[in-house]
């Protein structure tokens, strides 16, 4: 596997108004990677995925210090755009929010706002082709112009992955993508994310060990803010190096 | 003793009765919770219900048979008075006479025994009915503490009568609703008897003033409603066309843009708009917003512009009704789930994108409902049109141009003195009972539509 750096976070400390959120966090994540997030709740993982498009914005109080950096670009800097950001790094909620539209307008909704496309029938092949790299084309290509809030909970969360692929991004954050799911749901988002990451960047907030052991390259354990220890997810599971890391994963705490 | 003074004592022994009952029940409480079944305030309330409902129920019952048997009383005293007008004239003489608010004596050989009669009888009466309801309250309030025992279900009873109070209160409003369109409907259908319908409602010439002597002139009058109906919908076009775009971007900049911080300082501002009583709007609209149409007028030379125009009514109208779109559309913008604003925004789009592609159409049927509201609003209000719109019923849809309002035309038709079956009278009705009719289908509609885009993130 080739190991080229595609996120890097040096030094981040991240405030909630004076609440600390994030303690100096170092991180590397490697392209065509999934890594997984860990850690028990209010440890920062979501906090820490949300500044990798700077979703953290859209709060008040939050203020950052700190570098995120991008191919080498540090999104923290004034002179980043969001919008462009937000392109580059999609990303997929908790909870499936298909917008109130059709299938169709949901994966057309990013490619429209940007004007990705000359032409109709250029629309239409991104729209099948995004659903089809989501694994969702074959069950949905009759419901096309119904609802897209009307797909049962697993086939919204694949629209919405579907969604987040149809503005062609590098790196795609998924926030606890299955904790809304039944099993078998989880299962084809699991094998979805397998198929992703010969083309795309993952980074994946979970809950479930298994879930990180299964489908993810690296692990990063983080625990009240701090960054405890990251490493392949073959090692993090079966010989982590701190005492923390060990009693979280044999279910010690959290 | 007074009838004040009754109630007093009535409400006393119920309170008295309350803690009582609250007591003894707090002390079976302390001996084994366990077995008890109701809280010692239920026990409480049960007592004070039991302790007051027999005695306002026979308070009432005896004013009113007490009423009826002195009125055939002291109508036999007057017998001999033939007009059944100069009887009731004569027993309502003797009871303001008795009750000090006249020191007339009437003209009837009768009427002093009458007073004498009236006088010892309610004095009588209201000893007698002191005695019974107090006597009786005693009772039920002995009872009531006797009943405050470990097993007995106050809870439940308290619960029933709740309930039951709730019913009848819903029951008494919709009663209320049912008489007031029926009422509306009578005097409709008795208009309708000396107009036609249709030239009610298709003709064009509103002028209800009627003669009062043979040969004045416009003796007949003329009902068609049309100019009073358009002159309202201009008015209230004026007024949506004022409110609504004001309205909607200061619901978007409230829910979307504002911080939490001016948000909650701005909103209660702009709900302070709905409180300002209309007729202040009215004073507005003639002192300040009509001297200010009617100079811009003149410098830029428009024709036909009076001082009661179209303008401005519907704009101050449009003032008055911002606050209802604000604050509607606002909620309903606040009811898009965040997770939708968020999924649009991690797609790159900017707020505003968001709000005009994800969260207006998401929360579209609440935001059109509130525009219905507002308008029926817009149509049913009366002083401020009163104020600043004037009685002249013309046929125009120039906004210079001064209309009149149906709310208008019923105030007009209805002030002073009038005759109770003159055409020009009951038109009134009529309008009403057009208006109503509007408003209603206006609100069904409004109310439809919001309840469905409840339902969609429920």
Redesign the interface.
Known sequence: MSESLKIAVKNLDVFYGKKQALFDVNLNIFANEVTSLIGPSGCGKSTLIKCF?R?ND?V?ICKYNGQVLIDGENINDASTD??????RV??V?Q?P?????SVYENIA??PK??GMYKNKDDLDEIVVSSLQKAGLFNEVKDRLFEPGTGLSGGQQQRL?IA??LA?NPEIILMDEPCSALDPIATAKIEELIEELKEKYTIVIVTHSMQQAARVSNRTAYMHMGELVETGLTKNIFSNPEHAKTQDYITGRIG | MTIEFLILTILGLTAYSFFLSKRKASALNAINPLDVHSQPHYHGLFSAILTIAPAIILLFLWSWLENSIFKTNLESYFSDVVDPYKVSFYVSGVKSFVAGASDTLMNHSNFSSAVEYYETSTKMSLALKSIVIVIITLITFRYSLNLVTAKFKARDLVEDIVIRTMKYASIFAIFITLGIVLSLLFETLRFFESVAVTEFLFGTHWSPQMSIREGQVGSSGSFGAVPVFTGTLLISLIAMLVAGPIGLFSAIYLSQYASNRVRSYAKPIIEILAGIPTVVYGFFAVITVGPFFRDLGIFFNIDGFSSESALIAGSVLGIMIIPFIASLTDDSLSAVPRSLKEGSLAMGATLSETTTRVIIPASFHGIVGSFLLAFSRAIGETMIVVMAAGFAANLTANPFNAVTTVTVQIVGLLTGDQEFDSAKTMSAFALAFVLFFLTLILNIISLSIVKKFREQYE
């Open positions: 498009n979703m859209l008040e969001p919008v462009s950001l937000r392109t999609g990303m909620f909870k929010n298909p917008f109130p539209k909704y990013g706002l940007h919405c969604r987040a503005v």
